[in-house]
């Protein structure tokens, strides 16, 4: 049961609370000039949907068909855009860290939200308080000062190391070495869970306490009923979850960008898909390559999305009942 | 707080006497109830620490910046901010302003469209609405990547290149769809008879928007607006792509630029600069933190 579901609930029952009138509202006519209203409330999105989101995406389409260095007209070169990113190394690369990089992120918030979430639902005095604390690293991660202070805590000399240092283990710098450089990244994405565990917050309060009460009637214990109960009430938002943080890890770019200075480096370990695209449409003036590039994570994530929808009739449990 | 508290080797009988603390399952609310906040705060004390040591290392003299681990600075200094302020080409009060402008004209820009567009879904009936909706919350999950060179080209036809607006006029268009949304869910469940009591009173659709559903979803346009403002403050990569002349750059430029100008050498005026940066989201955060979470509960807004 999310919240939307929940939202979406409540406007329902205050329509039956009013049969008639929600009958006649579906029913009617539209109303003389609603029509014309809508469309001007809705203008200024159109305007920027059209010129700012469709449009682009169709100029995108074309350039990627073509070699364009926004100096002289673009140039037809038909598939070779393409064919040449599977043979870039660089490219290749770039799709290696940016799936590593969701593959790790992204079930790493997912469980260490969830767990804070079981914790906090409990409903005890300093709940917000908490909340609070657990939020705000989620609304500073993605700011270059955040990547800034990643670069010192996990450099030669930073806090991590220092740790290490007094049980005994000396490593040299996180950030320098391509093995872990990395992995710094995926820490810094799963320290941003609280607003995932919000979300889960949210929808652990909306489980009725009757089905835990009936469970323990039964005899099931603690993990029974997080097995039985609180999991597949969840799907719905684990579900909701999985895609947001999944499509937000594949548009990262400022923690990579100031860790390694623009480069990706060292040795392209953090060289991240939209980094590599911001390096070769704007700082190489391969436009049409970088359109290419993006039209194959458009698809690629087009194509994950809608297996990730296909799936969730196997495993997303929708109550029948509130 | 010991991992053997919450993962005892054997389970112990019921009534068997408490030996040790630590050593068998806690039973008694009170010790969960312990048990569970000295590890809620643990967590957070090591989530924290960063920003904590941050902004302790801020006060301290440059040379002791790296050689300590602790929080509060024994000597304690203002040295690191006043060099890091005035460090660059242009003084962080330049930035702190194209930062303020770009970010002020935003969230004006993104509450206003995406009130208007979400009244019109929440509230209003008209052609290919259900289509156009389900648009809306396609471009949710479009990667930005795919506009990213057409809309450079374009601003770049226009001359608005090193100018603030390819970074504020999308704003007033309501290209973030996640805002429209939010406003959609809130206004749906507003009270219809109020939208009828005033046409009954002679309102048209804009009296109703005027003087019921904004006044009505005002705590929604406060969301809105604490969000826009938040990652605003934080984009890098607009401000990047548009605004190359020094004089332009925001707050994250400058301090961008300032890690590649200084390196490890003034670590202490970047870490000033990094915490002073920050300050204005953490401020706000902590005035309007309710509203915040309250607004990323009904929309799952990240």
Redesign the interface.
């Known amino acids: 049961m999310s ?2 579901d929940s ?2 609930a ?2 329902s029952t ?1 329509d039956q609370a009013t049969p008639s009138l929600s009958h006649r509202r579906r029913q009617r006519r ?1 109303a003389p ?3 014309v ?3 001007l ?2 203008s ?6 059209l ?3 469709i ?3 169709v ?2 389409l074309y ?1 990627s068909f073509t070699d364009y260095d ?1 100096l002289t007209a673009p140039r037809w070169v038909g598939f070779d855009n393409f064919a040449q990113l599977f043979s870039d190394p660089r490219w290749i690369a770039s799709v290696g860290v940016t799936l590593t990089y969701v593959l790790f992120s992204v079930p790493g918030v997912l469980i260490v939200s969830l767990a ?1 979430a079981l ?2 639902n ?1 409903g ?1 005095r ?1 709940l ?1 308080a ?11 991660g ?5 990547a ?6 996990f450099g030669d ?1 930073g ?1 991590v190391n ?2 290490l240092d007094r049980i005994g283990i000396h490593m040299g710098s996180w950030i320098g070495s391509p093995d872990t450089a990395l992995y710094t990244l995926i820490v810094l994405n799963i ?1 941003t869970f609280g ?2 565990m ?2 889960f ?2 929808g652990l309060r909306q489980i009725p306490t009757e089905y835990y009460q009936a469970a323990a009637v039964d005899g099931a214990g603690k993990i029974r009923q997080f097995r039985s109960i609180t999991l597949p009430m969840l799907t719905p938002l684990i579900f ?2 999985i ?3 999944t ?2 890890a ?2 990262a ?2 923690p990579a ?2 860790i390694s ?1 623009g480069t990706g480096g060292p040795a392209n370990s953090t060289l991240f ?2 980094l590599y ?2 390096e070769q ?2 700082t190489r003036l391969e ?1 049409g390559y ?2 290419a ?3 194959v ?2 698809v690629a ?1 087009g194509i994950g ?1 809608a297996l990730l929808f296909a799936s969730a009739r196997y495993w997303v449990f929708y109550g029948d009942e509130r | 707080m010991s991992r053997a508290t919450y993962t005892p080797a054997t389970r112990t009988p019921p009534r068997a006497p408490r030996l040790r603390f630590g050593r068998t399952p806690v039973r008694s609310p009170l010790g969960r ?1 312990v048990v ?2 000295a ?2 705060l643990t ?2 004390a090591i ?5 904590f ?2 902004v302790g290392a801020s006060f301290r003299p440059n040379n002791e910046v ?1 050689t300590t ?1 602790g929080i509060w600075p024994s000597n304690f200094t203002l040295d690191n901010y006043t060099e890091g302020w005035t460090s660059g080409q242009f003084s962080f009060s330049r930035y702190f302003l194209n930062s303020l402008v770009i970010t002020g004209l935003s969230v004006v820009g993104n509450v206003v ?2 009130m ?2 979400a ?3 929440a509230r ?4 290919f ?1 259900r289509v ?1 909706f389900a ?2 919350l396609g ?1 949710l ?14 601003f ?1 036809e226009l001359q608005w290149i090193n100018t603030i607006l390819p970074l504020v006029i ?1 704003k ?4 973030d769809a996640f805002f ?1 949304f939010l406003m959609v ?1 809130f206004i ?2 507003l ?1 219809r008879e109020m939208d009828d009591a005033a046409r009954i009173d002679g309102c ?3 009296g109703i ?1 005027r003087r019921i559903i904004v006044p009505l979803s005002l705590p929604a346009m406060g969301t809105v607006a604490m969000f826009t403002f ?1 990652f605003t ?2 984009d ?2 607009g401000p ?2 548009y605004l190359s002349r020094p004089d332009m750059w925001t707050v ?2 400058g ?2 630029n300032f ?2 100008a200084t390196g490890q050498s003034a ?1 202490g005026p ?2 000033a600069m ?2 002073l ?2 300050a204005p ?2 401020g706000f ?2 005035v309007t ?2 509203l ?2 309250e607004g ?7």
């Open positions: 919240i939307t939202t979406r409540r406007a205050s539209r000039g609603e029509a209203a809508g469309y409330f809705l200024p999105w159109l305007a920027g949907l010129f700012l989101t449009g682009p995406m100029a995108s350039l926004l804070v914790a906090l409990k005890f300093l917000s908490y909340r609070a604390a657990y939020y705000l690293p989620s609304l500073l993605s700011s270059v000062a955040i800034i202070l990643w670069r010192q805590v000399q806090a220092a740790v320290w607003a995932t919000i979300i917050l949210a909701f979850n895609l947001l943080t499509v937000n594949f548009q770019f400022t960008y100031v200075e898909y939209t695209l911001y449409g704007f436009m970088a359109s590039m993006a039209w994570l458009v994530l999305t | 109830a569970r906040h590890m809620l967590v957070i989530m924290l620490y960063p920003l040591w941050m790296f681990l469209a995406c208007l567009a009244y019109a879904f209003l009936d008209f052609p609405k156009l648009i809306m471009t999950l479009l990667p930005y990547h795919v506009t990213l060179v057409p809309q450079y080209i374009m770049s999308p007033f268009l309501a290209t429209i869910q749906r469940v009270p048209g659709y804009w928007f938040i403050w934080n890098f990569l990047l792509l994250a430029q301090l961008n890690v590649d670590f970047l870490l990094a915490t940066s920050i989201i953490v955060f902590l933190q309710r915040l979470v990323i509960a009904t929309s799952g807004l990240k």
